[in-house]
């Protein structure tokens, strides 16, 4: 590599993997004989570890991602009889591969010139999973004697002990929930209770049990309502403070949707609101049974 007088010299790896799997633009990712130019992709953490590392520590400037893209690369190849020089462009930085990677087009070509004679074997897998963070993964890797490339199966275990918070999370929850519903049954039987002399004179008079108890249910309903949509808003807020904070601890996490939760938040709001109903309906006939 030569730029503004400086030359530098080492040898160096390439691989590829097939596009699909490349996390950058891939307008110039292509491999062209006739000119000569090799498009090459480098790991965005060698670059941070010259900038914040070797350039910081020996007061060396550095370097932007624009800047090293300006930077040509004279690469000499040899093998099978053949000399092959190429300027090599950095034409992006990989977060999820970390390596050196050329075209896979260009690969080929150079395993078919350069040592035909010999089989181009893989040298590492690519695993696609659904959920990365599943910890059966990180389990059947172990038992294989596998190494993964960063340490990213540490998630199946920090998902483990997440599930484990949601759970007892959950649990308390739901408890809460079914001990607020009795809560609210208990305020209203007391509020009929208290008001029992004046219900029992409204159904003497001749108001049906059901005009009687339409008072309570519209309150009751009107309650739910109002709960539904403070629970709704929490839960929104909630998420939004914390959802960045777990993309940049795991973005390959989809982040889903509020939907399920609207979903779920209605279905407990008409199951309440029935009962709640059901309820002061019968607790209205009985009163009026027992002055019937």
Do not use: C
Not at 30 to 36: I, L, M, V
Not at 53 to 58: D, E, I, K, L, P
Not at 116 to 142: C, G, H, M, T
Not at 238 to 265: K, M, V
């Amino acid at each position: 590599m030569q730029e503004a007088g400086v030359h530098l010299s080492t040898e160096m790896f390439f691989e590829a993997v097939p596009d699909e799997f490349v996390d950058v633009n891939l307008d110039k990712w292509y491999f062209d004989e006739n000119t000569h130019t090799l498009p090459i992709i480098i790991p965005r953490n060698y670059l941070n570890l010259y900038n914040f590392g070797f350039a910081q520590s020996r007061n060396l400037p550095k370097l932007s991602e624009g800047l090293m893209s300006l930077i040509q690369m004279d690469i000499l190849m040899k093998g099978n009889g053949r000399v092959e020089q190429y300027k090599g462009n950095i034409v992006g930085f990989s977060n999820r591969l970390n390596t050196i990677l050329v075209p896979q087009s260009f690969m080929d070509w150079a395993n078919k010139n350069f040592a035909p004679d010999r089989q181009a074997d893989p040298s590492r897998l690519i695993v696609e999973v659904n959920n990365p963070a599943d910890a059966s993964i990180a389990k059947y890797f172990q038992q294989k004697g596998y190494e993964t490339e960063d340490g990213k199966l540490d998630a199946g275990k920090t998902t483990y002990f997440l599930r484990l918070i949601v759970g007892i999370v959950l649990a308390v929850g739901l408890f809460i929930s079914l001990l607020s519903f009795y809560i609210l049954m208990l305020s209203i039987f007391l509020l009929l209770q208290k008001n029992t002399t004046k219900l029992e004179s409204l159904l003497l008079i001749g108001y049906s049990p059901s005009k009687v108890a339409l008072p309570y249910q519209t309150l009751t309903v009107g309650l739910n309502i109002v709960v539904m949509l403070l629970s709704i808003g929490i839960v929104s807020w909630t998420r939004a403070s914390y959802l960045e904070t777990l993309n940049s601890l795991f973005p390959q996490i989809p982040s889903g949707s509020l939907w399920p939760t609207f979903t779920i938040g209605i279905l407990l709001f008409l199951l309440v609101s029935f009962i709640n109903i059901i309820v002061l309906k019968k607790k209205m006939l009985s009163i009026w049974m027992h002055n019937a």
